[in-house]
């Protein structure tokens, strides 16, 4: 039988191999996402009523408004986004910071041409947003104080230090809401 054992120098040098190959693999693994110029992904919402959505995520949900921008007719039908319609896009963010997420609102003044979906199962596409928070009874205040309906059995404890709390927009996305009661 043959022992094999490594001195000092073997072990430091067999450390400095592994720590190169994890570096090497983890600047492959950077690389592969180093398209992207930013780490957040802006969603547009085209909504049926924007004032009722606008109250709905600003005074029930408790996030910001942070601008707004018009896409005008010729811009709207040259990229695609719009056949000619022009449209003012509402700003809103957890917080006023340029690393948070862009919930863009729009609206083109017509209802759904679809059901509104009882279960996220409902429908394909977007169903639900997850917003972490700090604490959930403020926010439970809020919601009940304007009628908003809260699904299932809410809030629901998800751990000893977490609940959570599901609802859905005026014109059907879910809202799951999870955080502390307090």
């Known amino acids: ?82 056949n000619g319609v022009s449209v003012v896009v509402t700003i809103l963010k957890l917080e006023n910071s340029p690393d948070a997420t862009d919930w863009k609102l729009m609206s083109f003044g017509s209802k759904a041409s679809h059901p509104k979906p009882k279960k996220i199962q409902d429908d394909t596409g977007m169903q639900y947003i997850t917003i972490n928070v700090k604490a959930l009874q403020p926010i439970i205040d809020r919601l009940t104080q304007m009628k908003v309906p809260f699904l299932g059995s809410t809030p629901t404890p998800l751990n000893d230090k977490a609940h959570f709390v599901f609802v859905q927009d005026p014109d059907g996305t879910f809202v799951e809401l999870i955080g502390p009661l307090q």
């Open 1 to 82: 039988m043959i022992r094999f054992t490594m001195n000092n120098r073997m072990v430091l040098a067999y450390k400095c191999v592994k720590i190169t190959l994890l570096v090497f693999l983890c600047g492959l693994s950077a690389q592969a996402q180093s398209n992207f110029t930013s780490k957040t992904i802006g969603i547009g919402v085209v909504v049926a009523d924007l004032e009722r959505s606008l109250d709905f995520y600003v005074n029930g949900i408790g996030m910001v408004k942070t601008g707004n921008f018009t896409i005008n007719e010729d811009f709207g039908k040259r990229s695609g986004l719009t």
